[in-house]
Nanobody, 121 residues
């Protein structure tokens, strides 16, 4: 059984910073991609940032230069450092990962429960 647990969300003023964490646990053999999505009220869920196990990353245009994604593969953990936050960053942030379990052939997609980020003006 695999579980993703996010932490680090909260309320912050515009221009401030937050650091999100997501830890994967369970009978994990390997993790290919870990990333962060967000969903604001009335909007589609969108990819914020993603990282592969070998270190390649990509970002949504709206967060480039402000957010940084990183991974600790030994801890099966992904982080999202969010700087210069704007009110439009307000959303529920979800951790996502493609994970191969022990004794399994294929990767499966997993989601965390989400953590609320609210940026006030």
């Amino acid at each position: 059984q695999v579980q993703l647990v996010e932490s680090g969300g909260g309320l912050v003023q515009a221009g401030g910073s937050l650091r999100l964490s997501c830890a994967a646990s369970g009978d994990i053999f390997s993790i290919s991609v870990m990333g962060w999505y967000r969903q604001a009220p009335g909007k589609q869920r969108e990819l914020v940032a993603a990282a592969t196990s070998d270190g390649s990353t990509n970002y949504a245009d709206s967060v480039k230069g402000r957010f940084t994604i990183s991974r600790d593969n030994n801890k099966n953990t992904v982080y999202l450092q969010m700087n210069s936050l704007k009110p439009e960053d307000t959303a529920i942030y979800y951790c996502n990962a493609n994970i191969k379990r022990v004794w399994q052939r294929l990767f499966s997609n997993y989601w965390g429960q989400g953590t609320q980020v609210t940026v006030s003006s």
